[in-house]
């Protein structure tokens, strides 16, 4: 005889809590349910007071899967060095072997998922700009909405201890659920007013594009990116899910994605995937070399051929493919790489753009790819350890999250990580807008400047700035 949904979930309780009094510990619990509800954003919007600093969101450009997260049951953040990223799996690992799970389960994205990011260079020292997220910060929300295809779960996280109470902990996710599920109607956001615009160090900026044009000419180095930063101050405080909203009108060909820590928030629409896994099945992109979009049918096909012809942009391109593609040989058994770039064209900006896949050999976890891939040669340069020793001593911009890998990764293996680009960091009433470029032996500082101009446009047209022609 099927038992009810609410004795499953106090049957699943009961078995993490006597499992946290055997260890002596915390034992992660899960209960994953079917709802009806077709706008994530409105269930961010939910959270906004009771959750404020503790949301994400995320949705990718085939819609397939979007994530809302709420609230924090636990944080996973790890040591600054070059072993971060197994750090990370190793305290996921170590959760998941313990915790209980009740409901729906074995759907992808649902259930325990952890969502967060690494920042760009675990190298760099953190500045004020960047102190809420750390060098890397992960973490299991209270409430997850998942839509995956047509379906949505909500998962329900609770971490267990020897001396809690099952009835507690059943009132109290009846209350909160109930209190989420009242408020999806949500309301309406304001539109803010820009009060100013402003370009960080531009002609520093240019300055040093010059002299790593130079340094390219007689070192070793082939190529370097080179990020800068576009200040706005708004009247008022920045509200996220406006500026997720409008990403999500404006950039349906991107990642869509937020992270809250404290009162900051990381924001953006990235077009690059990084890694997505899938069983043992694993996709990449290389994205590397990009043109403005034109403002007819006409100039927009004229740019994009140039784009496919242009022996710079060709070659930055593939720099990537090279890398990943070597990635991806050194732990599949099976990898498959078009011969030709393709274009990906988004509102603001096009790209060139390759698909790599592979079949992943048994055992390999998303971390290491992760690992292993970051930085691409289309954030870092080549050869990487000395372009990225050399972005830390010449750029003049602490990245943060910028350009760094943030996503997700549920129980199951499953996981997509994105380059978190075309974004922004929000406090209170500011935003600190990040693009950067490749710089290679025939680049010049006026024209990589205009790039990275083009590049701050989705955010700059998302926030209500004023877009670079």
Not at 246 to 258: K, M, N
Not at 383 to 412: C, H, N, Q, S
Request: hydrophobic share 40%; with cysteine; glycine share 8%.
């Amino acid at each position: 005889m099927a038992i009810s949904e609410e004795t499953e979930q106090f049957q699943g309780l009961a078995s993490a809590i006597q499992k946290a009094k055997d260890l002596n510990g915390q034992v992660l619990f899960s209960h994953i349910k079917k709802i009806n509800c077709n706008n994530p954003l409105s269930f961010y919007q939910a959270g906004r007071e009771r959750y404020a600093g503790e949301r994400f969101f995320w949705e990718d450009p085939a819609k397939d899967i979007t994530i809302t997260g709420l609230g924090n049951v636990k944080k996973l953040q790890a040591a600054s060095n070059a072993d971060r990223y197994r750090e990370v799996e190793m305290s996921w690992i170590k959760l998941q072997n313990t915790a209980v799970k009740t409901g729906v389960t074995d759907i992808e994205a649902t259930g325990p998922l952890l969502f967060g990011g690494f920042s760009f260079d675990y190298e760099t020292n953190s500045t004020l700009l960047w102190n809420q997220f750390g060098d890397n910060l992960f973490y299991i929300p209270a409430f997850m909405l998942s839509l995956v295809g047509e379906q949505a779960y909500l998962t329900t996280n609770l971490l267990c201890s020897p001396d809690d109470s099952e009835k507690l902990f059943i009132d109290m996710i009846n209350e909160r659920e109930s209190f989420l599920i009242e408020s999806l109607n949500g309301t309406e956001l304001r539109a803010n007013t820009l009060v100013k615009q402003k370009e960080v160090k531009p002609k520093e900026w240019k300055q040093t594009v010059a002299e790593a044009v130079e340094e390219i000419k007689t070192t070793d180095l082939d190529k370097i990116v080179l990020a800068r930063e576009l200040r706005l101050v708004f009247e008022r405080s920045i509200d996220s899910e406006k500026v997720l909203e409008q990403l999500i009108a404006e950039q349906p060909l991107s990642y869509i994605f937020s992270l809250e820590a404290g009162g900051d928030c990381f924001v953006g629409a990235t077009p690059e995937r990084l890694i997505k896994k899938q069983g043992n099945e694993v996709f990449s992109t290389c994205l590397a070399g990009s043109m403005g979009r034109g403002k007819t049918e006409e100039e927009d096909a004229c740019l994009g051929d140039e784009l496919l012809h242009d022996q710079k942009n060709l070659q930055e391109h593939q720099y990537v493919v090279s890398m990943i593609s070597n990635a991806f040989e050194a732990v599949c058994e099976k990898v498959i790489v078009p011969t030709e770039p393709k274009l990906m064209k988004n509102r603001h900006i096009q790209h060139l753009y390759t698909p790599v896949r592979g079949i992943c050999n048994e055992g390999v976890t998303i971390f290491e790819f992760v690992e292993s891939l970051h930085p691409t040669p289309a954030m870092g340069g080549l050869p990487k350890e000395e372009a990225v020793a050399r972005i830390r001593e010449i750029e003049g911009l602490e990245r943060g999250f910028y350009a760094g890998p943030l996503g997700w990764v549920d129980a199951y293996g499953n996981g997509e990580f994105a380059v978190g680009i075309r974004s922004a960091l929000l406090q209170d009433n500011e935003a600190s807008l990040f693009a950067g470029c490749g710089v290679v032996e025939d680049s010049t500082p006026e024209s990589e400047f205009q790039e990275t101009g083009i590049k701050f446009n989705p955010m700059l047209s998302a926030l209500g700035g004023n877009l670079n022609e």
